[in-house]
């Protein structure tokens, strides 16, 4: 029984379409995570939220955009999909800010762009 | 940036044998989480270690508590079920994120 639920689980877009990866956790966790897994290269941190307000941010592009509409929601909105967006996007909570707290990661949405 | 390094790459066993994977880190580091991936893509937390270390079963890890620049993940007796790819992640100095490294891709034969 998941207890942070992604979804889609898989995605298929073309390219500059717009696409949300939904997240939400019950695990009544307050900081909420965003990486992303692209082939051949390691996890990467994108985004934390604390209270669903913005931590940090190592994402370059304002294509996306991490929204928070409730305390244990994060959805990610990218937009102008391009064939590199392409990876496994997790969702990622803990009690507190990772500072000091174990992570829990979701099963990820993997995202292909054509 | 700060760096995770992982040894092994890869590594292929047999049932029953030992094997520990290790972590280097370039920088002191505050704490190190141990995961591990399964086929279907899963991240599965193994071990969260601000120091010292911990046990579970067949797992055991380390964080080295003096200069805080590696760490250690020990399987005792492998199983079939261990086969994954394990990551280590850290956090370092600064910032509140994760920095993972490349993973070990762990089989276990029979």
């Known amino acids: 029984d998941p207890k942070i639920i992604q979804k889609p689980k898989y995605l298929v877009a073309v390219t500059g379409s717009e696409k949300i990866l939904i997240c939400e956790q019950y695990?009544?966790?307050?900081?909420m995570y965003w990486y992303r897994q692209s082939a051949k290269k390691p996890l990467e941190f994108m985004f934390s939220?604390?209270?669903?307000?913005?931590?940090d941010n190592q994402t370059a592009s304002s294509r996306f955009q991490p929204q928070s509409s409730k305390k244990n929601h994060l959805d990610l909105q990218i937009t102008a999909l391009k064939p590199d967006d392409s990876a496994t996007y997790f969702c990622?909570?803990?009690?507190?800010?990772?500072?000091?707290?174990?992570?829990?990661f979701g099963h990820g949405t993997k995202l292909s762009v054509l | 940036g700060d760096q995770v390094e992982q040894s092994p790459s890869a590594l292929s066993l047999h049932e029953g044998t030992d094997s520990a994977l290790r972590c280097n880190f370039t920088?002191?580091?505050?704490?190190v989480q141990w995961f591990r991936q399964n086929s279907r893509g899963s991240l599965i937390s193994l071990f969260y270690?601000?120091?010292?270390t911990k046990e579970n079963g067949r797992l055991k890890s380390a964080f080295d508590s003096k200069e805080r620049r590696y760490s250690t993940l020990h399987i005792r007796d492998a199983q079939l079920e261990d086969s994954g790819t394990y990551f280590c992640?850290?956090?370092?100095?600064?910032?509140?994120?994760?920095?993972f490294g490349k993973g070990t891709q762990l089989i276990i034969q029979p």
């Open positions: 920088t002191t580091m505050r704490s």
């Open positions: 990622a909570s803990s009690q507190e800010r990772v500072s000091n707290e174990r992570l829990f």
């Open positions: 939220y604390s209270y669903q307000k913005l931590m």
């Open positions: 270690l601000a120091s010292g």
């Open positions: 992640a850290a956090l370092g100095g600064g910032a509140d994120r994760l920095t």
């Open positions: 695990l009544g966790h307050n900081a």
